[in-house]
């Protein structure tokens, strides 16, 4: 009896370590871009492609969507809004034009055609909260990412329209309040217009969050903070994201750090330090984040939340060599690169976008190995080559992330690549063999620029025959 009782008390604690895993992580992604009644958006749906690859990777079952009427927005939704009940995380990204009426927000579809403010609130457009209301009401964590503050396609026509009684059309979206276990983030401020980037490239927005939201050990609100900087650092400060948060507790999309303590109290800093009985294996995924990062902020980051941690002297050292920059030998190679090669950070969208083919990818692979950065050159980029691209990147003084950008990959292809060795340096060798053998001996026969293996076997043959007659004759 006291077996199946140990049994089953193993049994639901098992259960219960795998429930605590599992977390339900459900995403809607939409990106709306061409548009039939106003000026098209490239780059939406390139955003929201790169944005569902992102939520993948960290284990959410996303609903994605691009360029969609009302009719697809709404079923879109709906699916999204059966899926999200009771989520542990749902998480709202939408980029496009948007607009905001009369203090309310509205996405609008691609076949949207707006002359005034009745169309607006008769449903030519999605009312923003009654949407997040109710499709993300009953989740435990609510976070919303808005790529949608470009200027109002329409507000010429609604105001024109709407001459009998004042309305209120803002440039941009209105600023919104998030409910408990909500973060909302919009790419700039309430009633600013946000960039929408270079064509067939991410907003300054959606790049920022691909690069910050799932980074291992990152709480939400730090990547958050990281956003706003990356944005307001790539506009020149003509864009800074804007949010409202009302979180109840730490939020990681990551998962391999979550076994730090959420509720530490802030030291006289305000900034919460690692817990005291956390494991070795948090502050080691903490330190792979960042140990080839070249950013100075990372590191400390490191540095503040393991004052006395296991890798505070290669942190250290990390610092001193980005504070002194490239060695003279790291400058000669990299003379002449373009400048963005440096200041550029590389993504699986960045790499996605150069085109290599399997041909291409295992010419890279054995110029890394040809570098001195060994890799298998099978022309797919495994984890192993992800590990050798950080290397070279790091050791040329570019962001260190595993992927390449074309800024990286042209730098690449223009290094001189050890060459293999040619017939003269062959001869070479086989004469310093021949001039270093024994007196008496037989100098090495020349190698043959052609070779017959049936000749070879054929002669291998002979000569054992022959040796073995030479030897029987002097034993007798």
């Known amino acids: 009896m006291r077996y199946l009782t140990?049994?089953?008390?193993?049994?639901?604690?098992?259960?219960?370590?795998?429930?605590?895993k599992a977390d339900r992580r459900v995403a809607f992604v939409v990106g709306n871009g061409s548009y039939k009644n106003v000026a098209q958006l490239p780059n939406p749906p390139i955003d929201a492609k790169a944005m569902a690859s992102t939520l993948r990777n960290v284990g959410f079952e996303v609903i994605e969507g691009s360029n969609?009427?009302?009719?697809?927005?709404?079923?879109?939704?709906?699916?999204?809004?059966?899926?999200?009940?009771?989520?542990?995380?749902?998480?709202?990204?939408?980029?496009?034009?948007g607009i905001a009426v009369g203090g309310t927000n509205y996405l609008l579809p691609v076949d949207a055609d707006i002359k005034s403010e009745m169309d607006v609130k008769l449903g030519a457009?999605?009312?923003?909260?009654?949407?997040?209301?109710?499709?993300?009401?009953?989740?435990?964590?609510?976070?919303?990412?808005?790529?949608?503050?470009?200027d109002n396609p329409f507000a010429a026509k609604i105001k024109s329209n709407s001459a009998t009684r004042s309305v209120n059309v803002q440039s941009g979206l209105a600023e919104m309040k998030s409910g408990e276990g909500t973060l909302i983030a919009f790419a700039t401020g309430p009633g600013q217009t946000a960039l929408d980037g270079q064509e067939g490239n991410?907003?300054?927005?959606?790049?920022?969050?691909?690069?910050?939201?799932?980074?291992?050990?990152?709480?939400?609100?730090?990547?958050?903070?990281?956003?706003?900087?990356?944005?307001?650092?790539?506009?020149?400060?003509?864009?800074?994201?804007?949010?409202?948060?009302?979180?109840?507790g730490s939020v990681y999309l990551n998962q391999a750090p979550t076994t730090q303590v959420a509720n530490a109290a802030p030291t006289a800093s305000g900034i919460v330090p690692a817990a005291a009985g956390s494991s070795d294996g948090v502050e080691l995924e903490y330190w792979r984040?960042?140990?080839?990062?070249?950013?100075?902020?990372?590191?400390?980051?490191?540095?503040?939340?393991?004052?006395?941690?296991?890798?505070?002297?290669?942190?250290?050292a990390r610092l001193a060599a980005i504070k002194s920059g490239p060695s003279t030998a790291t400058r000669t190679l990299n003379a002449g690169v373009d400048p963005a090669t440096f200041t550029d950070e590389a993504t699986q969208?960045?790499?996605?976008?150069?085109?290599?083919?399997k041909t291409q990818r295992r010419d890279v692979q054995r110029r890394l190995t040809g570098l001195g950065f060994d890799?298998?050159?099978?022309?797919?980029?495994?984890?192993?080559?992800?590990?050798?691209?950080?290397?070279?990147?790091?050791?040329?003084?570019?962001?260190?992330?595993?992927?390449?950008?074309?800024?990286?990959?042209?730098a690449l292809i223009s290094e001189v690549v050890a060459a293999p060795a040619t017939a003269s340096d062959t001869s070479q060798k086989a004469a310093r063999r021949s001039a270093s053998a024994p007196q008496g001996s037989a100098p090495a026969p020349a190698p043959q620029h052609r070779s017959n293996p049936g000749d070879a076997a054929g002669a291998a043959f002979v000569g054992g025959v022959v040796g073995g007659m030479m030897g029987g004759m002097f034993r007798r």
């Open 349 to 357: 969208v960045t790499e996605d976008q150069i085109g290599l083919d």
């Open 202 to 248: 991410n907003s300054p927005f959606t790049r920022a969050l691909i690069d910050n939201i799932t980074k291992p050990g990152i709480e939400i609100q730090q990547a958050m903070t990281s956003v706003r900087a990356q944005v307001n650092e790539e506009t020149r400060k003509g864009q800074l994201p804007w949010g409202h948060t009302n979180l109840t």
């Open 125 to 150: 457009a999605i009312n923003i909260d009654l949407t997040l209301d109710q499709t993300m009401g009953d989740a435990k964590v609510k976070l919303v990412f808005l790529d949608a503050c470009r």
């Open 68 to 97: 969609l009427s009302r009719d697809q927005m709404t079923e879109k939704l709906l699916d999204f809004g059966r899926k999200a009940q009771g989520s542990d995380i749902a998480l709202f990204y939408y980029a496009g034009h």
């Open 6 to 20: 140990l049994l089953a008390s193993l049994m639901c604690m098992a259960l219960s370590v795998n429930a605590a």
């Open 289 to 316: 984040s960042v140990k080839e990062s070249n950013k100075p902020e990372e590191l400390n980051a490191y540095l503040t939340a393991y004052p006395s941690g296991q890798f505070k002297a290669l942190a250290l």
């Open 375 to 410: 890799t298998k050159q099978t022309g797919v980029f495994s984890d192993d080559t992800r590990v050798v691209i950080k290397r070279w990147q790091a050791a040329r003084g570019y962001p260190s992330s595993g992927y390449l950008n074309k800024f990286q990959h042209k």
